[in-house]
């Protein structure tokens, strides 16, 4: 089992997720002071902190991405390992192991570096799926939850790129998917990783994998889509712009 890969991106969520906290938090705070008229110096400092912060998760996810697609020694990658190992069939749980279910992701989500406020917001998330989360279901494909990081990391970084001009003029929505998305990438890969950092892993524990990941994947695709909505509204704003100074300038 090529652990060096395993402890390799549990480094790398443990780097994201601070970032993920700080992340969110000052969206969070820009958010409550988005109403105030006396505020301009606070919003300017917001914007940096933001600006940097997703410049940095950019760099941490895509180093992450880089990791997922590695290979070990044997020419195994992480995506090999997770379709191995997770192919357990169809798993469904019962409304006790639910509850379990949010006590690990809690202890799991911990254990990474996300702080109280992020992981009540997700385990928040996978109560709003707990119908789905109690059904039958086969683990996520492993390619598809490498493809899904790859567009998050493409997205992050775009946005990243455009550095305070994006985070100055796009709503709030926008750059709370966009922390969403950072928040979810720690808790694909974190959970993902279950099985692989638990002693003596059981079937309960290939369960409550199986269920995280399926949570934290859907919520990112549901981001990364509000994200993808800023980036084409911020283009539309750019191209207006540029069309109004040239008939100022005619």
Do not use: W
């Not at 895509?62 to 990658?77: I, V």
């Not at 069939?89 to 799991?108: C, M, Q, V, W, Y």
Request: with cysteine; aromatic share 6%; net charge negative.
């Amino acid at each position: 089992m090529p652990y060096e890969i395993v402890e390799a991106l549990e480094a790398l969520v443990s780097e994201l997720s601070p970032i993920a906290n700080e992340l969110y938090e000052k969206v969070e705070v820009l958010a409550e002071t988005a109403e105030s008229v006396d505020n301009d110096l606070e919003r300017s400092v917001l914007i940096e902190g933001i600006t940097e912060q997703l410049n940095l998760a950019c760099k941490v996810i895509t180093r992450l991405q880089g990791a997922f697609s590695s290979t070990n020694e044997n020419g195994t990658t992480f995506i090999e390992m997770l379709d191995k190992c997770y192919g357990v069939g169809t798993i469904g749980i019962t409304e006790g192991d639910f509850e379990t279910l949010l006590n690990s992701e809690a202890n799991r989500l911990d254990g990474i570096g996300l702080n109280e406020v992020v992981i009540d917001l997700v385990l928040h998330q996978m109560q709003e799926a707990k119908k789905k989360l109690m059904s039958d279901q086969p683990m996520e494909d492993a390619n598809n939850i490498l493809n899904v990081i790859d567009t998050t990391q493409k997205r992050i970084c775009h946005v990243a790129e455009q550095g305070n001009e994006f985070v100055n003029s796009s709503p709030i929505p926008y750059l709370r998917a966009a922390a969403g998305c950072v928040i979810n990438v720690c808790v694909v890969t974190g959970d993902a990783l279950t099985p692989f950092v638990v002693q003596d892993p059981t079937l309960k524990s290939y369960a409550i994998a199986v269920k995280s990941v399926y949570s934290g994947y859907n919520k990112l695709k549901e981001h990364g889509r509000k994200l993808l909505e800023g980036i084409q509204a911020f283009r539309r704003r750019r191209l207006r712009n540029y069309q109004f100074r040239n008939r100022e300038n005619d």
